[in-house]
């Protein structure tokens, strides 16, 4: 999937006096079938842009293309499911998002919500986890159980369950010690 922003510039709380313009006239284009870093000092926009691609947050000006997905201030999204399904978004700390009593809940919960239905629930949970490393054992564990590592792992497995065709990833190595970052990085990869 490609994804191009066109002159895109986003103001957080437009027209109040909070206002406060986080992306100015973005031209940019990520080709498929590459790892793309986006680098910057905190507050410089990264994580606006990150939802911006997801549709978590739409232009103030300018649109992104991704596909035959279209992200514009005024256009209403028809298939914005089929959006999120194909482009998966890992928060920056997506262990804290977690809030299913069992690892296999926490899998399935967004396949449910999203009314996605390749495969079966076990199966698509199975091999999510297999990605990240972990054993099918982990599907009956309490999540709150695991170590902050395995449940970072557990967040990623819920959006690879989908096999989407490009995964956002902002800021994931934050708070890791430096073998944790050295076994995210290979997952990436």
Known sequence: ???????????YNLNTPLRKLALEEINLKFKEGKINVIMGKSGSGKTTLAQLINALLKPTRGKIEIDDFVIERNLKMKN??????????????????IFNKTVKKEIVFGMKYLNYKRGSEDERAAMALKMVGLDESYLKRDPFTLS??????????????????????????????????????????
């Open 80 to 97: 914005i499911n089929d959006l999120r399904v194909n482009v998966g978004f890992v928060f920056q700390f997506p262990e804290e998002q």
């Open 1 to 11: 999937m490609e994804i191009e922003f066109k002159n895109v510039s986003y103001i």
């Open 148 to 189: 902050g590592g395995e449940m970072r792992r557990v967040a990623i497995a819920s959006i690879l369950a989908f096999n989407p065709k490009v995964i956002i990833f902002d800021e994931p190595t934050v708070g890791l010690d430096s073998l944790a970052k050295k076994n995210l990085i290979r997952l990436i990869k």
